[in-house]
């Protein structure tokens, strides 16, 4: 009997290094497997246009400065210096015309919003459609 309760505690003992030793492989392997970070794969990027040599390029949540990054996501107006022709502050988000699908710096880009009760209506520059008015045609009827 007294043999019994030693090797029970023996096997006990094994059994307690063996689960430590287990615990310790997997911990190691989960270390080596798991893959390593990569914000940019998950980062999102931003469009701009600039006004002036009309450029699209986008950028990276990192590489677009705090502030205007800030703009971006307040929807305010965002503008950045233009990588390619080095005008200040002349890089907007753009407005996607949902005809042509070309970008264009619209009032809503630069954060200007009409009066209220203004005729006056932006159009594509490119295609010369009414963004408003084509969504209503083809998006929902009017009410
Ligand atoms: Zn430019
Ligand atoms: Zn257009």
Redesign the pocket.
Known sequence: MELMGNRNVLVGVIGAVAVVCVGAGVFSVTRVVSPPRAPEAVEPSYEFLCEKCQAVFSLRQSQIPSEVYEAITTARPAAMDCPRCGAHSSAYPPTR??????P?ISNFSKGIIPQPGSRQREV??????DPYIWHRQHVKPEV
């Not at 015309?97 to 070309?102: A, D, I, L, S, T």
């Open positions: 015309c949902p005809k042509c699908g070309k264009y594509c520059p490119h295609c010369g459609t």
